[in-house]
T-cell receptor, first 112, second 113 residues
Framework: AQSVTQLDSHVSVSEGTPVLLRCNYSSSYSPSLFWYVQHPNKGLQLLLKYTSAATLVKGINGFEAEFKKSETSFHLTKPSAHMSDAAEYFCVVRTGFQKLVFGTGTRLLVSP | ETGVTQSPTHLIKTRGQQVTLRCSSQSGHNTVSWYQQALGQGPQFIFQYYREEENGRGNFPPRFSGLQFPNYSSELNVNALELDDSALYLC????????????FGEGSRLTVL
């Protein structure tokens, strides 16, 4: 079965410093991977997706993620955090019949 | 274009009652999925509807049921509510096809007392 593991439940950064949110995946074949963001009392918004094209994927709001097959990882990064980035982030894998399997989430805290 | 809209936004029920949640899919989208997000957890797939037929189901009991209408809007029904059914219920829609992006609504928060 396909799954994702988010390695940190909480990540705290200062505004203007880099962000790294870690995700490992488990899949028997080339997966489709996503990062979603959820702001408080809001729905989920797609940040970026990997579907076996370029391994470095650029998303919205300056986020990007790199697919590393050798490490089974799909970490999310941003060079400089902004206060508005504070939210819950989910790493997600899509299964064969279009079901999304979510990780447990990483809460990003950004301090001034 | 309008996005995915869900109603009601909040509701409170008691154990044993039944609830119906509604979802209007984004214009042009023929596939609707429902997810349950318990507090502090990631969303879990309940089921998916494509052109009024259920075509995928997660690990949820039969008391969770759904419908999709000809206009592609959808309902989620939960019978015999249990305390553990308290959660945010998210609806998502997409255009049919393997690479269609899912667009999520803001959810219906159900509290079961």
């Amino acid at each position: 079965a396909q799954s994702v593991t988010q390695l940190d439940s909480h990540v705290s950064v200062s505004e203007g410093t880099p962000v790294l949110l870690r995700c490992n995946y488990s899949s028997s074949y080339s997966p489709s991977l996503f990062w979603y963001v959820q702001h408080p009392n809001k729905g989920l918004q797609l940040l970026l997706k990997y579907t076996s094209a370029a391994t470095l994927v650029k998303g919205i709001n300056g986020f990007e993620a790199e697919f590393k097959k050798s490490e089974t990882s799909f970490h999310l990064t941003k060079p400089s955090a902004h206060m508005s980035d504070a939210a819950e982030y989910f790493c997600v894998v899509r299964t064969g019949f279009q079901k999304l399997v979510f990780g447990t989430g990483t809460r990003l805290l950004v301090s001034p | 274009e309008t996005g995915v809209t869900q109603s009601p936004t909040h509701l409170i029920k008691t154990r044993g009652q039944q609830v119906t949640l509604r979802c209007s899919s984004q214009s042009g989208h023929n596939t609707v999925s429902w997810y349950q997000q318990a507090l502090g957890q990631g969303p879990q797939f309940i089921f998916q509807y494509y052109r009024e037929e259920e075509n995928g189901r997660g690990n949820f009991p039969p008391r969770f049921s759904g419908l999709q209408f000809p206009n592609y809007s959808s309902e989620l029904n939960v019978n015999a509510l249990e305390l553990d059914d308290s959660a945010l219920y998210l609806c998502a829609s997409r255009q049919g096809g393997d690479t269609g992006e899912l667009f999520f609504g803001e959810g219906s928060r159900l509290t079961v007392l």
